[in-house]
């Protein structure tokens, strides 16, 4: 490892350590009395559950101090449960050591944006990316929630990075290494699948030292290792009700909440409303029934007001990227439509406050950066695998701005991109114009070539 390395690991490790007292401070101070409801409680006790033989079920609150299982659940997939469960099998059941284990997974998080950073152009934009995740509040506000966001981010992290060394240094052990993670990745969302036929798919078929039957040969085994991975929870829901669930079966009540006249019209079009499922009765049966029934109504209010769709899809993409009636960083909650939906999913004033202002700054900053790597014909494959997985989710569901978080490291690592580049150029300027002989009539010169400055030493000047 030479001594550069180090300086970058060292360097990498203290903005991790910053990262995790961010999301610390914030835990402690800000969320640490909250109630445990939502995702949380479905996660916090199922992941107990598990440690103690409960299996995967959904529990009910009975108000008393007691909670109990209520049956079997695919409400979910299950990678963040049984990353909770870790902690509980060693004694860390708590909610509250909940939050802290995933407040540590936030910092991993961090990690991983810096390593997907210095793969992209070089390791200072690694530590700058790193940088910016520590203090990125769309990142750190999700933490102590204790929801499946954060290690959902992780994973699209790992992904990217795998997926940017694939590209860099094709070799079919890394193709399957990027299929496996897909995999896993698709056990925190579904719709994270969508990385094996825009990114391994194509990154494989570019490779044109590889003939053709090693190219197919490379993106189905890599396919089919994802499915392995995910095979054993597939099978599960398959078995244990009475219809067949895949990956999970909670998208179905999401799609019946987000399709009704409370969201098709009015101040929350494009956003959720529980009247469009508590007006109507409870669907009777199992997980598998249930998740039948609700996707039936969703879809039979779908296509009764079809010549709505289009405004209300509108309406959630200009929610969840910060267009339609965002608000004022700045502003009183009860101007500010988004920040008030943000509390309403567990986000403190200020902190949904800071992520607003934080995003209006990156946002425009990604969009530049991945106009740089483009010219440098560096691939955006993988940050465009985010861009559509995040778009297809709202489409379907609705716009949440944590239904954004496989994209939030775009807005890491490509403002990244941006910064190095402009204090490379900075940097190259200061050089040219001290390195520039003074002619000015009245100082002697003499003919002595000026040799031109050496760049200091890691100093990126373009794609590795």
Request: proline residues 6%.
């Amino acid at each position: 490892m030479t001594t550069r390395t180090k300086h970058f690991l060292l360097w990498l490790s203290l903005l991790t350590c910053v990262g995790l007292a961010v999301r610390l401070f914030y835990a402690y101070h800000y969320k640490w009395g909250q109630a445990i409801g939502g995702d949380a409680f479905y996660y916090h006790y199922q992941a107990n559950g598990l440690v103690h033989g409960g299996g995967f079920q959904v529990y009910r609150d009975l108000h008393n101090g007691h909670v109990i299982p209520r049956g079997a659940s695919a409400d979910h997939p299950p990678l963040a449960p049984l990353y909770y469960a870790a902690f509980s099998l060693v004694g860390l059941s708590s909610f509250h050591w909940h939050m802290v284990a995933s407040c540590l997974l936030g910092a991993a998080t961090v990690l991983v944006c810096g390593l997907v950073g210095r793969e992209v152009v070089g390791e200072r934009t690694g530590l700058i990316a790193a940088a910016i995740a520590a203090v990125y509040a769309n990142l750190w506000v999700q933490d102590p929630l204790v929801t499946s966001e954060t290690i959902t981010m992780f994973m699209v992290a790992v992904v990217v990075l795998l997926s940017y060394r694939f590209w860099r240094q094709p070799s079919t052990a890394r193709a399957l290494w990027l299929g496996a993670m897909c995999g896993v990745a698709m056990l925190t969302r579904a719709e994270v699948a969508l990385f094996l036929p825009l990114v391994l798919l194509p990154s494989a078929w570019r490779v044109k030292s590889w003939d053709v039957r090693r190219r197919l040969g490379v993106i189905l085994a890599g396919g089919a290792l994802a499915a392995l991975v995910i095979s054993p929870w597939v099978i599960r829901n398959m078995t244990a009700f009475r219809y067949p669930l895949y990956l999970s079966g909670g998208a179905e009540i999401t799609i019946a909440s987000a399709n009704c006249d409370a969201v098709y019209y009015g101040p929350l079009l494009g956003w959720w409303n529980p009247k469009c499922v508590l007006d109507r009765p409870v669907p009777k049966g199992d997980a598998s029934e249930q998740a039948r029934e609700w996707r039936r109504r969703a879809f039979a209010y779908i296509r009764a007001h079809e010549d709505r769709l289009p405004v209300v899809e509108a309406a959630r993409l200009g929610r969840v990227f910060e267009l339609y009636h965002p608000g004022s960083p700045w502003g009183t909650p009860n101007i500010s439509q988004k920040i008030q939906y943000d509390r309403i999913e567990g986000r403190e004033l200020g902190a949904a406050r800071i992520a607003l202002a934080q995003y209006y700054l990156l946002a425009p900053l990604a969009i530049i950066g991945a106009v740089v790597l483009w010219r440098r014909k560096v691939t955006l494959l993988p940050f465009v695998a985010t861009f559509v997985i995040v778009v297809s989710a709202v489409l379907i569901a609705f716009g949440n701005t944590r239904y954004r978080a496989p994209l939030e490291i775009a807005f890491v690592v490509l403002p990244a991109v941006v910064i190095d580049a402009a204090i490379t150029r900075w940097w190259r300027r200061s050089s040219t114009l001290s390195a520039e002989p003074d002619t000015s009539p009245d100082v002697e010169t003499d003919d002595t070539e000026v040799a031109a400055p050496l760049e200091p030493a890691g100093t990126p000047v373009g794609p590795r």
